[in-house]
Every structure is written in structure tokens, then in C-alpha cells.
């Protein structure tokens, strides 16, 4: 039973593949990367945040773990720790910012940790001292 207090839940809002194509259009590659992932995968953010290198295939996204903040849990169900198939454009996506990221000398496991946020709204330190803009979808 929830507490009488509980806040009501918000009415989510969902993109269609149309726009999520046109957004996908203007952004660099690596939010690029990160919105097509949360979009054609369907991911909760902590999983997306939890994704590494080793976790795609380039056919598939096994979902191994979740991260909030520095902690990281399995996911939330086990039907969250299955391995999620990569369509097509999302593949050329992905393999685009890997290759970007080796000729960067970027290293790193976690592909989409330092674009998002740290779990508590604020942006992480590697994009904030980088100086990356920050993209508000409407």
C-alpha cells in the first residue's frame, strides 16, 4: 500500500520515430549516440549509464548492470538483464562513436557516462570541463 502523501505519477511523454529521427539529425555524434541508444533500446537511465564497451556486440546490448550516482547495482528485473538486439542504424551509430572515440584517444568503458547526468541532475565533470552544451529536448 503507498503512503496517503505519495505524490500522483507524471503523464509521460513518448517521441515518435519520426522525431526521433529529426532530433537525431542535430546532434553530435556522442549525444547522437546516447539518445539513439535510450531510444531503440529502451533503457532505464542508470542502465544506459551502465553500459560498457564490452556489453555490445555490434548485433546486441547485454544490460549487465545499473549505475546512480557512483553506486552499481544489477538491474532493477531479470527481464532488464537480457540481451537487447541493435537495429542497423543504431549499430552505424554506435561503431561511428567507438571509432571516433579510438582516433580521440578517448579511453574509457562506459560510453554514455560522461554526457549524462551523475543521477542528481547535474551534469557530469567531464562534460562540464570540457565545455559541451547541454541539449534540452522539448
Known amino acids: 500500500m503507498l503512503p496517503s502523501r505519495?505524490?500522483?505519477?507524471k503523464q509521460t511523454f513518448a517521441y515518435n520515430l519520426n522525431q526521433i529521427l529529426q532530433i537525431l539529425d542535430v546532434l553530435p555524434l556522442l549525444p547522437k549516440a546516447?539518445?539513439?541508444t535510450a531510444s531503440f533500446v529502451g533503457l532505464r537511465e542508470g542502465e544506459l549509464r551502465g553500459v560498457e564497451w564490452q556489453d555490445y556486440s555490434g548485433t546486441k546490448i547485454t544490460?549487465?548492470?545499473?549505475?546512480?550516482?557512483s553506486v552499481v547495482n544489477r538491474p532493477k528485473t531479470t527481464a532488464s538483464r537480457n540481451s537487447v538486439l541493435v537495429i542497423p542504424a543504431l549499430g552505424e551509430i554506435l561503431d561511428?562513436?567507438?571509432m571516433s572515440m579510438?582516433?580521440?584517444n578517448v579511453r574509457g568503458d562506459f560510453?554514455?557516462?560522461q554526457w549524462m547526468s551523475d543521477g542528481d541532475g547535474q551534469a557530469s565533470a567531464e562534460?562540464?570541463?570540457?565545455?559541451?552544451?547541454?541539449?534540452r529536448l522539448p
Open 34 to 36: 546516447t539518445v539513439a
Open 6 to 9: 505519495a505524490r500522483e505519477a
Open 63 to 69: 544490460v549487465c548492470r545499473s549505475i546512480w550516482k
Open 96 to 98: 561511428e562513436y567507438r
Open 111 to 113: 560510453p554514455f557516462r
Open 102 to 104: 579510438h582516433k580521440s
Open 127 to 135: 562534460r562540464n570541463s570540457a565545455g559541451d552544451r547541454s541539449y
